[in-house]
């Protein structure tokens, strides 16, 4: 026979906590072997962090202008961008910004392969076929950018800092042709040249578009891409917190009642 002790009781409330604490849990930030990334806050952080619609927007058009032009980011479909919890454009300037690439599309019926406007359904463009040109081209690989936020230690921190991050190698610092010197880069030497530059992007929305806040809005952005479900996670982390403070409240309850009758 199974009895209800105290024991028990506490295991219950330890596995209803150990199941729904890692949904409130935080990215894991551990330290790089570079220089420590500058540490910002985000809007996103916290339990009930939510996406800055703006920055979101903003970011959208950093990625497409200036980091499109090198990198990949083949998780994302044009459609997200007017998904809830994202940069939530409407559905006339999703298909109106879908339009602007060039989808190889086919076979047709005769077996031929044909060029078509994109759609929403379409996954962002890849710059280079494959990353064997990709490399080609720049001496490394560009990443796909989808997920980069999350695979990097400390990863907002981190993509903010590395595009803020260029500066003079120190003196004695050897760094080879073709190749860029970047703080925050581990080994400080990439085959990336600084990407942004003041007043590089135009900003519709009146926000000055220095160096930094480019990077921090194509941060916030690339965040984004790498968890768009964020927003729904926060809430659903919330309301299992409510869940074990209510389920814990039972429990007590059931418990003292259980008890009182065993004298
Ligand atoms: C001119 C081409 C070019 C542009 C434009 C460019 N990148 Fe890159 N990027 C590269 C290349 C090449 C690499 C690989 C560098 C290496 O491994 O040495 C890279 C690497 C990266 C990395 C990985 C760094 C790491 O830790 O491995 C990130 C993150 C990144 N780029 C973000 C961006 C963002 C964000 C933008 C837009 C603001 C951007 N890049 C624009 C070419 C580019």
């Known amino acids: 026979m199974i009895q209800f002790s105290r024991k028990t009781g506490f295991l219950a409330l330890a ?109 962002f463009p890849s710059p280079y076929p494959n990353s064997q040109a990709a490399a080609a081209a720049m001496g490394a690989p560009a990443p796909d950018l989808s997920v980069i936020a999350k695979a990097r230690p400390d990863g907002v921190n981190y993509l903010h800092s590395l595009l803020v991050g260029y500066t003079e190698a120190p003196e004695g610092f050897d760094v080879l042709e073709g190749l860029h010197y970047n703080t925050y880069f581990p080994g400080h030497v990439l085959a990336m040249p600084a990407p942004l530059a003041d007043g590089q992007v135009e900003y519709e929305d009146g926000t000055p578009n220095t160096v930094d806040q480019m990077a921090r809005d194509v941060t916030n952005f690339l965040m984004w891409t790498a968890e768009p479900k964020l927003e729904q996670r926060h809430r659903l982390g919330f309301q299992v917190m409510i869940y074990l403070v209510l389920l814990s409240g039972f429990l007590w309850f059931a418990m003292r009642k259980v008890w009182s009758d065993q004298h």
């Open 15 to 123: 596995a209803a906590a150990a199941i729904g604490l890692p949904l409130l849990a935080q990215p894991a930030s551990a330290a790089g072997d570079a220089v420590k990334p500058i540490q910002s806050e985000w809007s996103f952080q916290g339990v009930f962090g939510t996406y800055d619609r703006d920055a979101l927007r903003r970011g959208y058009k950093v990625y497409k202008e200036v980091c499109a032009a090198c990198h990949s980011a083949e998780l994302v479909r044009f459609r997200n961008l007017m998904e809830p919890g994202g940069p939530e454009f409407s559905e006339g300037q999703v298909k109106a910004l879908a339009a602007d690439i060039v989808v190889i599309d086919g076979p047709d019926d005769r077996g031929e392969m044909f060029e078509r406007p994109g759609e929403p359904k379409d996954r």
